[in-house]
C-alpha cells in the first residue's frame, strides 16, 4: 500500500471499491479481451463521437498486430475479414453507468440497474400522491356546505376576498408542512429497522439534502395544485345568493367528486394487478427449472492460497468428504450463478461471442447433477494436468463449435444442455466450464457441497471451520449459505421491489377508501329526509342500503372496465424486461375488481348503516 484515498460516494456504482492498484498497460494489445471496460477522461470540449472513432481505428491496428504475430504459433493464415475486424468503441458518461445494459460483463464490478424498476416505483409515488390530493379535494368539497356560511359572514363584513384565498392556501401548505414533517420522523425511525434494507442508499437526512429539497419542492406545488381550485370555488359564491344552494346539490358537482373519486378506484385496481403479477412473477422464478440439482447444496468461501495445487485441495476435499453428513464436495473459481463474472471475448465462425466462463474443479458437473449431451465430461486427472480443457454449452455449439475445436485458452471435450447460470432476467447466453492448471493460478476458493440426508447444519458448518482451520490456520471460512439462498440473492431487488409495490397498493387502497368514507359520510348526511321518506313509504334496511351501494358498484365496475386495459399493458411492459417471465393470467384483474368491490361495499354499508337504521321521526324532527 502506497497511499489512502477518499472513500468513494456510498450511493454510486463505486461505493464496494476499497482499494486501487495500478496494471500498467497490461491487455491494452489484447483485442479478445473486449468486455473489459476502460475509464478515460476527456479534454474539455473534447469531441465523444470523435474519440470512439479513434478508438475503434486503434483497436483495428492492435487487431492486425495480434493476428499477424500468432499466425505463425496457431499455424494457421488469417483471412482478411479477421486482419479488417471493426469493432466500434461506445463511450458512456459515468452517470449512465449504472442503467446501461451493456456494462453487464462487469456486473460483479459495476452492479447494473433496472430503469424500468426504478420508473416503476417513480410511477407508483407519484400516483399515490395524486390519490392524496384528490382525496384532499374531495374533502374540502364535501366541507364546502359547512365552510360556506362563514365565508359569506366574512364577505359580508368586508373580508377581500383575495385574503379569503390564500388563507384556503394557507391551511393547505400548513397540511403539506405537517406531512413532510411526519414523513421525516417515519424516515428516522425507519433508518434502524429492517425496512432500511430495502433502501440501498442511507435513510439520513443529512445524507439525503437534495431529496428533501425536492420533495418539499413537490409538496409545495401538490398543495398549490390541491389548494387553489377549492379556494376559488368556495369564495366565489354571491352572498345574497350562497343561500339558495349548495355544490352537494348542483349536478356538477357531484359529477365531479365522481369523476375524481373514479381516478382513486382506477389507480387503486391497477395497483393491485400490478402488485400481484410481480408476485406471480417471484413465484415464477422462485421454481423454474434451472438445469442443475441445486437441492442441499451448502457454499461457502475458503480463500486458501494451498488450495492452488491439486494435492492438498483433494487432502481439504477429502477431509470434509469424511464427514458422514456431506456427500460431495467441489469449487470454483468465484460464483456459479451471477449476472457475469468472466466473459471471453471470442470469435466463432466469423461471429465476435462473449462467452461466459466458470473455472470449476473436474467433478463440479457431476455434484449439481449436470448432463453431458456430447463429448465427455471432466475426468479426476485434469485437475492436475497443464492442458486446459472446456466444455460448452448447447447454444456455443449451435453456433458452429465442435468437440475438439480449440477454444482458446483450451480444446473442447464435452456439450452440455443449456442451464440457467444467471438470473431470469437475461437470457440464455453462450456458456464454458474451464477446468486446468495452467490458466487459472488462483485457488478454487468457492466450494459447493452437497449435504446428506437428515443434516445437522450447525454441526456441519462447525466441522468445516475446524478443518479449515488445521488446513490453513491463516485462512478463515466465511460467507456460508445454502445454493438456494445464493440464487435467491439475484432476485433480491426485484424482492425487495414487489414488497414496495405491495405497500404502495395497501397505501392507495387504503387513501382511496378514506376518500370513499369521507364521501358517503357527506351524501349520508345530505339525503336523511330521503331515506326517512323511503322508510315511510316502506324501504326496509337492505333497500337502503342496495340504493347506497348500488352507485359505487356501478362506478367501480367502470373504473375497472378503465383500468384493466391499461393495467395489462403497464404489466406486458414490465414482465417485457425478464427473458422468462409468466403468463398474465386473467384471474389476476378478477381479483383486484373483487377486492376494489368488495372492500368498497363495506365501506359504504359500514358508513350508511346507522341512516338506514334511523327512526325518520328523529330525521323530520332535527330537519
Given at each position: 500500500?502506497?497511499?489512502?484515498?477518499?472513500?468513494?460516494?456510498?450511493?454510486?456504482?463505486?461505493?464496494?471499491?476499497?482499494?486501487?492498484?495500478?496494471?500498467?498497460?497490461?491487455?491494452?494489445?489484447?483485442?479478445?479481451?473486449?468486455?473489459?471496460?476502460?475509464?478515460?477522461?476527456?479534454?474539455?470540449?473534447?469531441?465523444?463521437?470523435?474519440?470512439?472513432?479513434?478508438?475503434?481505428?486503434?483497436?483495428?491496428?492492435?487487431?492486425?498486430?495480434?493476428?499477424?504475430?500468432?499466425?505463425?504459433?496457431?499455424?494457421?493464415?488469417?483471412?482478411?475479414?479477421?486482419?479488417?475486424?471493426?469493432?466500434?468503441?461506445?463511450?458512456?458518461p459515468l452517470d449512465e453507468l449504472y442503467f446501461n445494459r451493456r456494462v453487464d460483463a462487469n456486473a460483479d464490478?459495476?452492479?447494473?440497474?433496472?430503469?424500468?424498476?426504478?420508473?416503476?416505483?417513480?410511477?407508483?409515488?407519484?400516483?399515490?400522491?395524486?390519490?392524496?390530493?384528490?382525496?384532499?379535494?374531495?374533502?374540502?368539497?364535501?366541507?364546502?356546505?359547512?365552510?360556506?356560511?362563514?365565508?359569506?359572514?366574512?364577505?359580508?363584513?368586508?373580508?377581500?376576498?383575495?385574503?379569503?384565498?390564500?388563507?384556503?392556501?394557507?391551511?393547505?401548505?400548513?397540511?403539506?408542512?405537517?406531512?413532510?414533517?411526519?414523513?421525516?420522523?417515519?424516515?428516522?425511525?425507519?433508518?434502524?429497522?429492517?425496512?432500511?434494507?430495502?433502501?440501498?442508499?442511507?435513510?439520513?437526512?443529512?445524507?439525503?439534502?437534495?431529496?428533501?429539497?425536492?420533495?418539499?419542492?413537490?409538496?409545495?406545488?401538490?398543495?398549490?395544485?390541491?389548494?387553489?381550485?377549492?379556494?376559488?370555488?368556495?369564495?366565489?359564491?354571491?352572498?345574497?345568493?350562497?343561500?339558495?344552494?349548495?355544490?352537494?346539490?348542483?349536478?356538477?358537482?357531484?359529477?365531479?367528486?365522481?369523476?375524481?373519486?373514479?381516478?382513486?378506484?382506477?389507480?387503486?385496481?391497477?395497483?393491485?394487478?400490478?402488485?400481484?403479477?410481480?408476485?406471480?412473477?417471484?413465484?415464477?422464478v422462485r421454481r423454474f427449472d434451472l438445469g442443475f440439482d441445486h437441492e442441499q447444496v451448502l457454499t461457502f468461501?475458503?480463500?486458501?492460497?494451498?488450495?492452488?495445487?491439486?494435492?492438498?485441495?483433494?487432502?481439504?476435499?477429502?477431509?470434509?468428504?469424511?464427514?458422514?453428513?456431506?456427500?460431495?464436495?467441489?469449487?470454483?473459481?468465484?460464483?456459479?450463478?451471477?449476472?457475469?463474472?468472466?466473459?471471453?471475448?471470442?470469435?466463432?465462425?466469423?461471429?465476435?461471442?462473449?462467452?461466459?466462463?466458470?473455472?470449476?474443479?473436474?467433478?463440479?458437473?457431476?455434484?449439481?447433477?449436470?448432463?453431458?449431451?456430447?463429448?465427455?465430461?471432466?475426468?479426476?486427472?485434469?485437475?492436475?494436468?497443464?492442458?486446459?480443457?472446456?466444455?460448452?454449452?448447447?447454444?456455443?455449439?449451435?453456433?458452429?463449435?465442435?468437440?475438439?475445436?480449440?477454444?482458446?485458452?483450451?480444446?473442447?471435450?464435452?456439450i452440455y444442455p443449456d442451464i440457467h447460470y444467471r438470473p431470469l432476467q437475461y437470457p440464455t447466453e453462450p456458456?464454458?466450464?474451464?477446468?486446468?492448471?495452467?490458466?487459472?493460478?488462483?485457488?478454487?476458493?468457492?466450494?459447493?457441497?452437497?449435504?446428506?440426508?437428515?443434516?445437522?447444519?450447525?454441526?456441519?458448518?462447525?466441522?468445516?471451520?475446524?478443518?479449515?482451520?488445521?488446513?490453513?490456520?491463516?485462512?478463515?471460512?466465511?460467507?456460508?449459505?445454502?445454493?438456494?439462498?445464493?440464487?435467491?440473492?439475484?432476485?433480491?431487488?426485484?424482492?425487495?421491489?414487489?414488497?414496495?409495490?405491495?405497500?404502495?397498493?395497501?397505501?392507495?387502497?387504503?387513501?382511496?377508501?378514506?376518500?370513499?368514507?369521507?364521501?358517503?359520510?357527506?351524501?349520508?348526511?345530505?339525503?336523511?329526509?330521503?331515506?326517512?321518506?323511503?322508510?315511510?313509504?316502506?324501504?326496509?334496511?337492505?333497500?337502503?342500503?342496495?340504493?347506497?351501494?348500488?352507485?359505487?358498484?356501478?362506478?367501480?365496475?367502470?373504473?375497472?372496465?378503465?383500468?384493466?386495459?391499461?393495467?395489462?399493458?403497464?404489466?406486458?411492459?414490465?414482465?417485457?424486461?425478464?427473458?422468462?417471465?409468466?403468463?398474465?393470467?386473467?384471474?389476476?384483474?378478477?381479483?383486484?375488481?373483487?377486492?376494489?368491490?368488495?372492500?368498497?361495499?363495506?365501506?359504504?354499508?359500514?358508513?350508511?348503516?346507522?341512516?338506514?337504521?334511523?327512526?325518520?321521526?328523529?330525521?323530520?324532527?332535527?330537519?
Amino acid at each position: 500500500m502506497i497511499a489512502i484515498y477518499e472513500d468513494l460516494p456510498a450511493n454510486s456504482s463505486f461505493a464496494h471499491i476499497v482499494g486501487l492498484q495500478d496494471v500498467g498497460d497490461q491487455d491494452l494489445d489484447a483485442p479478445y479481451n473486449w468486455s473489459i471496460c476502460y475509464f478515460v477522461r476527456l479534454h474539455a470540449g473534447a469531441d465523444p463521437e470523435k474519440v470512439s472513432r479513434l478508438w475503434s481505428d486503434l483497436h483495428l491496428s492492435i487487431n492486425r498486430d495480434y493476428l499477424e504475430r500468432m499466425a505463425p504459433i496457431w499455424g494457421e493464415e488469417i483471412s482478411e475479414e479477421e486482419l479488417n475486424d471493426e469493432r466500434a468503441c461506445t463511450l458512456i458518461p459515468l452517470d449512465e453507468l449504472y442503467f446501461n445494459r451493456r456494462v453487464d460483463a462487469n456486473a460483479d464490478d459495476f452492479p447494473v440497474g433496472s430503469a424500468t424498476l426504478t420508473y416503476s416505483l417513480l410511477s407508483v409515488a407519484v400516483l399515490v400522491i395524486l390519490i392524496a390530493l384528490i382525496n384532499f379535494v374531495n374533502f374540502f368539497f364535501a366541507l364546502v356546505p359547512v365552510r360556506l356560511r362563514s365565508v359569506n359572514i366574512l364577505k359580508v363584513f368586508g373580508a377581500p376576498t383575495r385574503s379569503l384565498r390564500f388563507s384556503f392556501l394557507f391551511e393547505a401548505f400548513g397540511f403539506m408542512l405537517l406531512a413532510q414533517l411526519c414523513a421525516w420522523y417515519v424516515a428516522i425511525a425507519l433508518k434502524g429497522t429492517e425496512f432500511a434494507s430495502y433502501v440501498s442508499s442511507s435513510l439520513a437526512l443529512v445524507d439525503n439534502l437534495p431529496v428533501l429539497g425536492i420533495s418539499l419542492g413537490v409538496s409545495f406545488v401538490a398543495a398549490l395544485i390541491a389548494g387553489s381550485f377549492p379556494a376559488w370555488y368556495i369564495t366565489s359564491f354571491n352572498p345574497a345568493m350562497a343561500a339558495k344552494g349548495s355544490f352537494v346539490g348542483s349536478t356538477a358537482g357531484r359529477h365531479f367528486r365522481t369523476a375524481l373519486l373514479g381516478v382513486q378506484f382506477i389507480i387503486a385496481i391497477g395497483l393491485i394487478v400490478f402488485s400481484l403479477c410481480m408476485l406471480q412473477q417471484q413465484r415464477y422464478v422462485r421454481r423454474f427449472d434451472l438445469g442443475f440439482d441445486h437441492e442441499q447444496v451448502l457454499t461457502f468461501y475458503f480463500p486458501s492460497s494451498k488450495l492452488t495445487h491439486p494435492d492438498s485441495f483433494d487432502s481439504f476435499a477429502s477431509s470434509l468428504q469424511a464427514d458422514p453428513q456431506i456427500a460431495e464436495v467441489t469449487a470454483s473459481g468465484n460464483r456459479f450463478v451471477a449476472e457475469a463474472i468472466s466473459v471471453f471475448g471470442r470469435k466463432i465462425n466469423d461471429e465476435n461471442v462473449n462467452i461466459h466462463v466458470r473455472f470449476v474443479r473436474s467433478n463440479f458437473l457431476d455434484v449439481l447433477s449436470i448432463p453431458v449431451l456430447a463429448g465427455e465430461s471432466f475426468k479426476p486427472e485434469h485437475d492436475r494436468d497443464s492442458t486446459v480443457r472446456v466444455i460448452v454449452n448447447d447454444l456455443l455449439a449451435r453456433k458452429g463449435l465442435k468437440i475438439g475445436d480449440s477454444l482458446d485458452p483450451g480444446e473442447v471435450i464435452g456439450i452440455y444442455p443449456d442451464i440457467h447460470y444467471r438470473p431470469l432476467q437475461y437470457p440464455t447466453e453462450p456458456f464454458a466450464f474451464i477446468t486446468g492448471t495452467s490458466y487459472w493460478p488462483l485457488p478454487m476458493s468457492r466450494f459447493y457441497v452437497r449435504l446428506a440426508a437428515g443434516f445437522d447444519l450447525d454441526a456441519v458448518c462447525e466441522g468445516i471451520r475446524e478443518k479449515a482451520r488445521k488446513f490453513d490456520p491463516g485462512s478463515e471460512v466465511s460467507d456460508f449459505q445454502f445454493f438456494d439462498e445464493e440464487i435467491e440473492a439475484q432476485y433480491a431487488r426485484e424482492r425487495r421491489i414487489t414488497t414496495i409495490i405491495g405497500l404502495f397498493t395497501v397505501l392507495a387502497v387504503v387513501i382511496a377508501l378514506m376518500g370513499v368514507f369521507g364521501i358517503v359520510l357527506f351524501e349520508t348526511q345530505h339525503r336523511r329526509r330521503e331515506v326517512a321518506i323511503r322508510k315511510v313509504m316502506g324501504a326496509t334496511t337492505q333497500e337502503v342500503l342496495r340504493l347506497f351501494n348500488r352507485r359505487y358498484v356501478t362506478l367501480v365496475t367502470v373504473c375497472f372496465i378503465l383500468a384493466a386495459p391499461v393495467g395489462y399493458w403497464i404489466v406486458d411492459r414490465w414482465l417485457g424486461s425478464f427473458a422468462y417471465r409468466t403468463p398474465i393470467r386473467w384471474w389476476i384483474f378478477v381479483a383486484a375488481f373483487a377486492v376494489v368491490l368488495l372492500v368498497t361495499v363495506a365501506t359504504v354499508t359500514f358508513c350508511s348503516w346507522r341512516t338506514a337504521n334511523e327512526n325518520p321521526a328523529n330525521c323530520v324532527k332535527s330537519e
